[in-house]
């Protein structure tokens, strides 16, 4: 814990903020239970009148629950914004120094905060339900009233016998941590003048807007469940199809927007261009978003045709429960040792447990009972018809779920079961080897299925029309694969595209699709874009393959150490790739790295983070002329929970390529403030000596003579650091004067290179 004497940062321990919060949560969690009850006996009450009744006494508890979410949202912003903390949530994630922006970052970087985001969307959610929903606001406000009693039950923190519900947010810091001995002081907070802070990797601004949107998908999956609940409940097995559809492409589009800022996160701040690692939490926030646009496939297909009607109820509540299976995951605490996004274990297992099969019975056990009352058509689909491939295509994405699931689900085997199975020791070839096939496919049946007919379609217009959009989908490529060799010179050495390998059938496929479904929009479409919804998706989606195809293989090291440094400082996180790929700059001193020559001019400290001022040159080899030139600051910023620095990198973008710079470490004091090395070598003519930015090559040796009273030797060296070379000529000297004999040593010329020879 941060300690610190000084009574000038005493603040007072205010506790009313926190029984005002405890109280709302309390409210909220009541409302919600009678909002689902009152709800529920609405539904099943036969009496017309009596129910209009009885939903409307429901629909007052929802909104006094809507107003308690709303108090416990600003109660916390303003603890943590006025900095009180005396309370333990405050203190655990927030911090003076935070700029404003990142105020927000701190609100649901816990637990606490987070499940209170959760529960805010279903807030929004539910009141557009109750607006615009008619005939079915009952029984599906039942179902996601229910939601927020579970959501709002991790927050109460109360405790029945030696058992504890939830932890609340608003817990005194003297009631979490009271086994410290500084609480054994009235005005203990006289000792605690600043939190902990917020975690360094989130202090980004792809954070502050990240989160909210993947909870608003997270939230917005529990809508087309809870139709789909309701068609079930009220025995109108496809009257939910028409208002679950619009609920559930809008929850495929922000998920997966909310992934999309996500990956922007990591290529920005996490490493050089890596957007996705399959760490287990990403995989998570994956496995809805797969399965809801499988379901969403479904329910066009079971509007449409009658067909796949059993099969979008599985799949609805299948994505419904991996949302809360995620939740699991990433809160429970059993991905502490193979993710650095999980959080903690809090004691909430068992709570997670319960939530997680209370989600898998509300799924299963009405589908059981309706099952055989759920219409299905007598005819099989036909291999030729478009809702034949949607549901091919819908197994498909089904399938790259479950096998990132599973596989990611090691470590719950293992603390459940007691098992002793290993995750992917590399997971990004482990799972990028099954779902580039998913993709390709997907790609595929993205192309050729907007072309299909519901019902039939017939053979040879169908082939007509796709022949020659094939044809330019391999020029496409073709013509991709050039320029990315005459662009970043990609292929040189490497095959990845010249020779026939699953990226070059990737990005046939990813061409097809773009060129298929652009030609749908304007030959079939006639451009009408408002019906086109579907056809810009698979676009999207084929772009986003292409993107990932050539940012990926466009990545090269620029920093490559060619100037034989070994980096020793402590010898910590310095393997040998952090050697081969990290350069050490010094200050003022240019070193060619790629085409550029870089120079780190300076840093300046602001907020408590420490810039690098780091400036790029790019000349042109004959005429000397500028042709790039810019500056970045990569940053370090001390993490005052993990108590080290963390970096976070700069980026200058341009219309091809982004150039990454990162500052991977710095010498230590003791490195810094030491004396130079001095090393001793015997050498020839045509011997080599290694610096600490390159190396020196001893040319020759020759008699130096100075004046009549002198005696010299010098040697005449070729000093060269990456690209650059230059000639040094050291001199010693012997001089005999009436004081004695003199020594000296001096150079005729100097190089740019810096260090000790």
């Given at each position: ?6 009574p000038?940062a005493?603040q007072s321990?205010?506790?009313f903020y ?8 309390i ?6 239970f009678a909002a689902?009850l009152?709800?529920l ?6 009496d017309?009148a009596l ?12 909104f006094g629950?809507v107003l ?13 914004f006025?900095h ?13 120094d935070l700029q ?14 987070s499940?209170?985001l959760?529960?805010f969307?279903?807030v929004?959610?539910?009141l557009?339900?109750?607006f ?9 406000m039942?179902?996601?009233?229910v ?13 029945i016998?030696?058992t504890r ?33 917020l975690?360094a990797?989130?202090?980004n601004?792809?954070m502050?807007?990240?989160?909210p949107?993947?909870?608003c998908g997270f ?5 087309p ?5 309701a068609?079930?409940w ?7 199809l ?13 998920l ?15 490493s ?5 690692a399959?760490d ?6 994956l ?5 809801m646009?499988?379901?969403l496939h ?15 109820y599985?799949m609805?509540?299948?994505?419904f429960?991996f ?6 995951l990433t809160?429970?605490?059993?991905l ?8 903690v274990e809090?004691g ?7 939530f997680?099969a209370?989600a898998f ?10 099952w055989?009352?759920i ?5 099989e689909e ?6 034949f ?7 498909i ?7 990132v699931?599973?596989f990611t689900?090691i ?6 079961f007691?098992?002793n ?5 590399d997971p ?5 080897g ?6 390709m496919l ?5 192309a050729?299925?907007q ?5 039939k379609?017939?053979?040879?217009s169908?082939?007509r ?12 490529a073709?013509i ?8 970043w ?18 990005l ?17 479409l006639?451009g009408?874009?408002?019906v086109?919804?579907g ?13 990932i195809?050539i940012?990926?293989a ?24 952090f050697?081969?790929?990290?350069v ?11 085409d550029?020559l870089?120079?780190?001019?300076g ?11 780091i400036?790029?040159l ?5 005429t000397?002329a500028?042709?790039?030139e810019?500056?970045v600051?990569?940053y370090l910023?001390m ?6 620095l963390a970096p976070?990198?700069d980026?200058k ?9 990162h500052?991977?470490?710095i010498?230590s004091?003791s490195?810094?403030?030491a ?6 070598d015997?050498?020839r003519?045509g011997?080599t ?8 090559v ?5 008699r130096y003579?100075?004046s009549?009273?002198?005696?010299g030797?010098?040697?005449?060296f ?6 650059a ?11 005999i004067?009436d004081?004695g004999?003199h020594q ?7 190089c740019?290179c810096?260090?000790?020879?």
């Amino acid at each position: 814990m941060q300690q610190s004497a000084s009574p000038d940062a005493m603040q007072s321990i205010d506790p009313f903020y926190g029984q005002l919060g405890h109280l709302l949560v309390i409210m909220a969690f009541v409302f919600a239970f009678a909002a689902a009850l009152l709800y529920l006996l609405s539904v099943q009450r036969k009496d017309a009148a009596l129910s209009q009744k009885t939903a409307r006494l429901a629909r007052m508890f929802f909104f006094g629950h809507v107003l308690s979410i709303i108090g416990i949202v600003i109660t916390l912003f303003l603890l943590i914004f006025n900095h009180h903390f005396e309370y333990e949530y405050v203190w655990a994630h927030s911090s003076r120094d935070l700029q404003m922006k990142y105020i927000l970052s701190c609100f649901w970087e816990g637990q606490e905060g987070s499940f209170l985001l959760w529960s805010f969307w279903h807030v929004v959610l539910g009141l557009t339900v109750i607006f615009f929903s008619k005939k079915w606001e009952g029984p599906v406000m039942t179902i996601i009233s229910v939601m927020q009693v579970f959501l709002l039950s991790f927050l109460l923190g109360i405790y029945i016998g030696d058992t504890r519900i939830g932890v609340s947010p608003f817990i005194l810091l003297k009631d979490a941590m009271g086994s410290d001995p500084v609480f054994l002081f009235d005005n203990y907070m006289r000792f605690i003048p600043d939190g902990r802070g917020l975690n360094a990797l989130l202090q980004n601004y792809w954070m502050v807007i990240h989160p909210p949107v993947l909870f608003c998908g997270f939230a917005s999956i529990t809508l087309p469940f809870a139709y789909g609940l309701a068609g079930l409940w009220k025995r109108d097995y496809t009257g939910w199809l028409k208002p679950a559809i619009p609920y559930a492409l809008f929850s495929g589009m922000v998920l997966g927007t909310g992934i999309l800022m996500g990956g922007a996160w990591a290529y920005e701040s996490l490493s050089f261009g890596g957007f996705w690692a399959w760490d287990p939490v990403e995989n998570a926030s994956l496995i809805p978003w797969l399965i809801m646009v499988a379901a969403l496939h479904n329910l066009v297909v079971a509007r449409s045709t009658g067909h796949a009607l059993r099969s979008s109820y599985i799949m609805i509540s299948l994505a419904f429960f991996f949302v809360i299976y995620a939740s699991f995951l990433t809160r429970s605490g059993i991905l502490g040792d193979t993710s650095v996004h999980a959080f903690v274990e809090e004691g909430l297992t068992v709570h997670l447990l319960v939530f997680l099969a209370a989600a898998f019975l509300a799924g299963l056990v009405p589908l059981f009972r309706h099952w055989r009352f759920i219409p299905t058509q007598e005819s099989e689909e036909k291999i030729n018809s478009r809702e034949f491939w949607m549901f091919v295509g819908s197994l498909i994405l089904l399938f790259g779920g479950l096998h990132v699931i599973f596989f990611t689900s090691i470590p719950v085997y293992n603390k459940l079961f007691g098992f002793n199975l290993s995750s992917p020791t590399d997971p990004v070839h482990f799972y990028t080897g099954v779902q580039i096939w998913v993709g390709m496919l997907i790609a595929l049946l993205s192309a050729f299925g907007q072309f299909l007919k519901y019902k039939k379609t017939e053979a040879r217009s169908f082939f007509r029309s796709l022949t020659v959009t094939f044809i330019f989908s391999v020029v496409a490529a073709v013509i991709s694969v050039l320029l990315l060799e005459k662009i970043w010179h990609v292929t040189e050495g490497r095959n990845i595209f010249r020779t026939v390998s699953l990226y070059t059938l990737l990005l046939i496929c990813a061409w097809f699709s773009v060129i298929a479904n652009t030609q749908y929009i304007i030959r079939f479409l006639k451009g009408r874009l408002r019906v086109a919804g579907g056809s810009i998706a698979h676009i999207g989606f084929a772009i986003l393959l292409l993107g990932i195809l050539i940012s990926n293989a466009g990545q090269k090291v620029i920093s490559e150490n060619v100037f034989g440094v070994q980096f020793t400082d402590g010898g910590e996180g310095m393997d040998n790739t952090f050697q081969r790929e990290n350069v050490r700059l010094i200050r003022n001193a240019p070193l060619p790295l790629g085409d550029y020559l870089v120079t780190y001019l300076g840093d300046t400290v602001e907020g408590g983070a420490t810039y690098f001022n780091i400036h790029f040159l790019k000349s042109d080899p004959e005429t000397h002329a500028t042709l790039q030139e810019f500056t970045v600051h990569p940053y370090l910023l001390m993490d005052n929970k993990m108590q080290q620095l963390a970096p976070n990198p700069d980026t200058k973008h341009f219309l091809t390529y982004d150039v990454f710079t990162h500052v991977s470490s710095i010498p230590s004091e003791s490195a810094r403030n030491a004396m130079p090395e001095l090393h001793v070598d015997t050498i020839r003519v045509g011997d080599t000596i290694h610096t600490n930015t390159g190396y020196m090559v001893l040319e020759n040796v020759q008699r130096y003579v100075g004046s009549s009273d002198s005696i010299g030797a010098g040697a005449q060296f070729t000093a060269h650091v990456g690209k650059a070379s230059e000639s040094i000529q050291p001199v010693f000297a012997m001089s005999i004067s009436d004081n004695g004999i003199h020594q000296e040593l001096s150079e005729i010329a100097h190089c740019r290179c810096a260090g000790t020879f």
